[in-house]
């Protein structure tokens, strides 16, 4: 079956720096996603992943291990604001979103 | 990016009584729309895939008489609840692909949401 696995809740210090985990499970693959999301408003497009490595975009990088169906957000130089769930969505073969259930990132002083 | 409008963004209703959710693509045409439904705390539930001129394409378990979709243009789709119940109260998200040679990038635009609440 198709299956994303991402850690429920996690919890950081402001200033410092947080890796989220995924990994995932789909029929074929065609990409990887990382969204974030506010309580209360739609998703925002953070990374897109397809290819093995690290990419790399202001704060945030990502990175897709393909043979190991794993894939990392990381977020640096945490803000109050970066408090959010961030959502892992891994697209199969017939360019459908697989998503995981999200990350609660809580962001304390 | 693409932009995706959803409207309204709260709407509340009586038990019984039907509601309509509207998603327009603003700059590009969608030829297929996604209507997600987000109950708190949880990850997002694909409800049904819209496609432009042609019946919905519905997920397992989703009721299509009470979830209607209508993707009469290609850049608007609806999505109306019918005899909504309390436990309908959800947030309802659409999204769609810009599919624009030269455009795609295999993101998603959403729209803002709808938190729909049946009293």
């Known amino acids: 079956g198709q299956n994303i696995d991402q850690p429920t809740e996690m919890t950081a210090t402001e200033g410092a720096i947080v890796q989220i985990n995924c990994t995932y499970q789909?029929?074929?693959?065609?990409?990887l996603f990382w969204y974030q999301q506010h309580a209360g408003e739609a998703p925002t497009f953070l990374s897109y992943?397809?290819l093995d490595g690290l990419e790399e975009k202001g704060r945030f990088s990502s990175f897709l291990s393909r043979s190991k169906g794993y894939s990392y957000l990381l977020l640096k130089e945490l803000q109050m604001k970066d408090s959010a769930s961030y959502l892992c969505a891994s697209m199969d073969s017939n360019y459908q979103l697989i998503w995981g259930a999200g990350t609660k990132l809580i962001i304390k002083p | 990016g693409a932009v995706v409008s959803q409207h309204p963004s709260r709407v509340i209703c009586k038990s019984g009584t039907s509601v309509k959710i509207e998603c327009r693509s603003l700059d590009f045409q969608a030829t297929t729309m996604f209507w997600y439904r987000q109950f708190p705390k949880q990850s997002l539930m694909l409800m049904a895939t819209?496609?432009?001129?042609?019946?919905?394409?519905?997920e397992q378990g989703v009721e299509k008489d009470k979830f209607l979709i209508n993707h009469a243009s290609l850049t608007l789709s609806t999505l109306t609840v019918t005899s909504a119940h309390p436990e309908d109260s959800s947030f309802y998200i659409c999204?769609?692909?810009?599919?624009?040679?030269?455009?795609?990038?295999?993101?998603?635009?959403f729209g803002e949401g709808s938190r729909l609440t049946v009293l």
């Open positions: 789909t029929s074929g693959f065609n990409g």
């Open positions: 819209s496609n432009e001129g042609s019946k919905a394409t519905y």
């Open positions: 992943n397809v």
């Open positions: 999204s769609a692909r810009d599919l624009t040679s030269g455009r795609d990038t295999g993101e998603l635009f």
